[in-house]
C-alpha cells in the first residue's frame, strides 16, 4: 500500500487586504507550527524555531535563502494553525505570503473567515481588534503577547488567589497590573502632544527632527506656521501626533491673534505640550505658560543658554530639558520626559513582554476588584469573572 500524500500547507489573509496597521496571514495544515518556526529568525538570522502551543515569538520572518523580509509576531496557536503578524499595508503581506509560496506552500485568495486561532474570551478579542489597527512594532508585540493570553492569564492567576484566600497576593498582582494601563491605554490610540510656544523658537524645526524627516515649512520668519499642523509619529514604540502650533508673537490683531487662538485651543485639547523656547535669548515680554502643562523644550540650547530665561522656563512647574533641534541634543529625553507626564515611564516600557490592559473596560474592572479588595468584598471576584466575560 502507498502511503498517504502529505497535505500541503496552505497560508490565507486573517485580514482583508488594504492599508491596516497589521496584516495577518495564517498557515494551516500538519506542521504548521515546525515550518513556521524554521522561517523565524532574530534580528542575527538565527532561527528561532516553533514556540510552544499557545504562546508568541518575536521576531523576522525569512525566505528560503535567508532573506530577512518583515518583522513579525508569530501565534503558535497549535500543530496545524499559526498566525503571522506583519507589519500592514499590501506589500509586506504579499512578500510574505510570496516567499510562503516559493516554499510549496499553497496560497489561498479568500480572507480566513476566523482568524482567532488562540482567542477564548473578550481580552483576546479586543486584543485581536487591537492588533489589527496597531501603528507600531511595539504597540503590536503588547497586543499580540494579550492576544496569546498574558493579560487573561494574569487576572485568572489574581483570581485564583482570592479563592485560595491569598488577598494580599490578589491586590499586588491587580495593582501591578493597573500600572501597566497607561502604557496600553497609549498604544491602542494616538496620543495627541501639542507643540507650542514663542514664534521663532524652532517648533516646527523640532517637529521634524523628532519625525525624522522635513515635514513642515521652516525658515528664519517669525510666524511662519499659523495653522495647526498634524504629524504621526511614534515616542519610544508609542504612537503620537504632534500638533505644530502657530508661534504666539505678542500683543496684536488680526490674523496673528487668530493664530494664536487657535494653538491655545489645541493645547488645551491636548495629552501632553511640550513648550518649545528659545533658549538662548529672553523671552517675549510678558510670555509665560501655566504651571505643570507640559515639558519645556529649552531648544537652540548648543548655541548657549539665558540664565534668566531657564530661570523664568523653571518656576513654571514642568521639567525642562536643554535640546537642540539641529543637532539632535536632547531629543531622547524629551521624548521620555513627554511620555513621563502620561504615566509612561521607564518601568512601563520595560512591561512589553508581560501582561499589559490595554482597554476603559479593562481598567473599569481590575480599579473595582482592587477597591471591592480593600473592603474584603467578594465583587472583587465578579469583577475579574466580568473582565474575562467581556461585561
Given amino acids: 500500500m502507498r502511503p498517504a500524500k502529505k497535505e500541503p500547507l496552505t497560508a490565507t489573509r486573517g485580514t482583508p487586504a488594504g492599508e491596516?496597521?497589521?496584516?495577518?496571514?495564517?498557515?494551516?495544515?500538519k506542521g504548521a507550527g515546525a515550518f513556521a518556526g524554521s522561517r523565524l529568525v532574530d534580528r542575527r538570522g538565527r532561527v528561532k524555531g516553533k514556540s510552544a502551543e499557545g504562546r508568541i515569538s518575536y521576531g523576522f520572518i525569512a525566505a528560503e535563502d535567508g532573506e530577512t523580509i518583515d518583522e513579525v509576531v508569530v501565534a503558535f496557536c497549535d500543530e496545524e494553525h499559526v498566525e503571522i503578524n506583519c507589519h500592514g499595508g499590501i506589500v509586506p503581506a504579499e512578500r510574505v505570503l510570496r516567499s510562503l509560496g516559493d516554499a510549496g506552500v499553497v496560497i489561498t485568495e479568500?480572507?480566513?473567515?476566523?482568524a482567532m486561532g488562540i482567542a477564548a474570551g473578550a481580552i483576546e478579542a479586543e486584543a485581536f481588534a487591537a492588533l489589527r489597527e496597531a501603528r507600531t512594532a511595539v504597540a503590536a508585540r503588547v497586543f499580540a503577547g494579550q492576544y496569546g493570553g498574558m493579560l487573561s492569564g494574569a487576572i485568572r492567576q489574581a483570581a485564583k488567589q482570592l479563592d485560595e484566600a491569598r488577598i494580599d497576593e490578589a491586590r499586588q498582582a491587580l495593582v501591578a497590573l493597573r500600572e501597566t494601563a497607561?502604557?496600553?491605554?497609549?498604544?491602542?490610540?494616538?496620543?495627541?502632544?501639542?507643540?507650542?510656544?514663542?514664534a521663532n523658537a524652532g517648533k516646527s524645526t523640532l517637529v521634524n527632527a523628532l519625525a525624522g524627516y522635513?515635514?513642515?515649512?521652516?525658515?528664519?520668519?517669525?510666524?511662519?506656521?499659523?495653522?495647526?499642523?498634524?504629524?504621526?509619529m511614534a515616542f519610544l514604540g508609542v504612537p503620537v501626533v504632534l500638533v505644530d502650533t502657530a508661534g504666539v508673537m505678542g500683543a496684536g490683531a488680526g490674523r496673528d491673534e487668530e493664530a494664536a487662538h487657535r494653538a491655545q485651543a489645541?493645547?488645551?485639547?491636548?495629552?501632553?505640550?511640550?513648550?518649545?523656547?528659545?533658549?538662548?535669548?529672553?523671552?517675549?515680554?510678558?510670555?509665560?505658560?501655566?504651571?505643570?502643562?507640559?515639558?519645556v523644550g529649552a531648544n537652540k540650547a548648543d548655541l548657549g543658554v539665558c540664565e534668566t530665561t531657564l530661570a523664568s522656563v523653571s518656576g513654571w512647574g514642568g521639567p525642562v530639558v536643554a535640546i537642540s533641534a539641529v543637532t539632535g541634543t536632547g531629543l531622547e529625553?524629551?521624548?521620555?520626559?513627554?511620555?513621563?507626564?502620561?504615566?509612561?515611564?521607564?518601568?512601563?516600557?520595560?512591561?512589553?513582554?508581560?501582561?499589559?490592559?490595554?482597554?476603559?473596560?479593562?481598567?473599569?474592572?481590575?480599579?473595582?476588584?482592587?477597591?471591592?479588595?480593600?473592603?474584603?468584598?467578594?465583587?472583587?471576584s465578579e469583577a475579574l469573572g466580568e473582565c474575562l466575560r467581556g461585561a
Avoid at 515649512?217 to 504621526?232: H, P, S, Y
Avoid at 493645547?267 to 515639558?295: Q, S
Fill in 333 to 380: 529625553q524629551l521624548r521620555e520626559e513627554t511620555l513621563g507626564l502620561l504615566g509612561i515611564g521607564a518601568a512601563e516600557l520595560g512591561s512589553t513582554a508581560g501582561a499589559v490592559v490595554f482597554t476603559a473596560r479593562q481598567l473599569a474592572h481590575v480599579n473595582t476588584a482592587i477597591e471591592a479588595l480593600g473592603r474584603r468584598d467578594r465583587a472583587a
Fill in 182 to 198: 497607561g502604557l496600553g491605554l497609549a498604544l491602542a490610540r494616538l496620543t495627541s502632544i501639542a507643540i507650542v510656544g514663542p
Fill in 110 to 114: 479568500d480572507t480566513h473567515p476566523d
Fill in 20 to 29: 491596516g496597521g497589521i496584516s495577518v496571514i495564517i498557515i494551516s495544515g
Fill in 266 to 295: 489645541a493645547a488645551r485639547r491636548a495629552d501632553a505640550t511640550i513648550v518649545v523656547i528659545d533658549a538662548n535669548r529672553p523671552l517675549p515680554c510678558g510670555y509665560a505658560v501655566g504651571k505643570g502643562r507640559g515639558v
Fill in 214 to 232: 522635513e515635514r513642515n515649512i521652516v525658515t528664519d520668519i517669525a510666524g511662519t506656521t499659523r495653522d495647526a499642523v498634524e504629524v504621526e
